[in-house]
């Protein structure tokens, strides 16, 4: 496997389901970000992780919860989501946080909240 | 105030010509980054080419390349030669260097295609 991976690439579920979706990057890097991409609007930053420490959360509400166990695996956990969650949902990985550092992207997980 | 505008929603070009996809910016930071990223239809977010706020040349990458101009604060991309594998949506994006965590913000995108 090179370069990031995401699993599942498209996952249907309820508002009462819990599921979490998983990122790997086989880059070497120590940055990971979750990012959302809604239809009609701008890709949307929501967790940062530098060297497996939360740096950043995005004002995301609580039924995201990210878990970063170690520089190549990142996860985000569901539950409870609501309709307006539905999106595309993209992981990427950077060598570090730094403006000059271009970030790597994963396929993405279609996700569809019934 | 939007930090990236890409004014061009959707852009046509015949296969082998040219094409410049918009992009101007908004930043108070003297350092910072400017970014063009591909995304095709499979939903993948493709890096193409980086431009930096002290780069003098302007970054080329095969038959992408970036008209920088800082004082405009403009970073055109350009694709020359056309090919009908370019048919996507193409974002520009850039990273500030103030703030803690270097922040990715990505414009609205423009959907070209690639004419044959």
């Known amino acids: 496997e090179t370069g990031v991976t995401q699993t599942p690439r498209h996952l249907v579920m309820g508002m009462t389901n819990k599921k979490s979706l998983k990122c790997e990057q086989h880059?070497?890097?120590?940055?990971m970000y979750w990012y959302k991409q809604s239809a009609k609007k701008p890709l949307e930053l929501m967790f940062v992780?530098?060297?497996?420490?939360?740096?950043e959360n995005n004002s995301v509400p609580s039924r995201f919860s990210p878990e970063c166990p170690n520089s190549s695996h990142l996860f985000l956990h569901l539950h409870t989501l609501q309709p307006e969650d539905s999106a595309l949902y993209l992981c990427?990985?950077?060598?570090?946080?730094?403006?000059?550092?271009?970030?790597?992207f994963g396929p993405g997980t279609r996700l569809t909240v019934t | 105030a939007q930090k990236i505008t890409q004014t061009q929603p959707g852009m046509f070009v015949q296969e082998k010509e040219a094409v410049t996809l918009d992009c101007t910016y908004d930043?108070?930071?003297?350092?910072?980054?400017l970014f063009w990223y591909k995304q095709p239809s499979s939903g993948e977010m493709i890096f193409l080419i980086y431009q930096g706020s002290y780069d003098e040349q302007n970054a080329t990458e095969g038959r992408y390349s970036l008209n920088f101009q800082k004082a405009r604060k403009s970073a055109n991309l350009v694709i020359s030669a056309s090919q009908l594998g370019d048919s996507a949506m193409y974002f520009c994006?850039?990273?500030?260097?103030?703030?803690?965590?270097?922040?990715?913000?990505f414009g609205k995108g423009t959907l070209l295609t690639v004419n044959p």
């Open positions: 994006a850039m990273r500030e260097s103030g703030g803690s965590n270097y922040k990715l913000t």
């Open positions: 992780y530098n060297f497996k420490e939360q740096t």
């Open positions: 930043t108070s930071d003297q350092s910072y980054g």
């Open positions: 990427a990985s950077s060598q570090v946080v730094g403006y000059y550092y271009e970030q790597y």
């Open positions: 880059l070497g890097h120590n940055a």
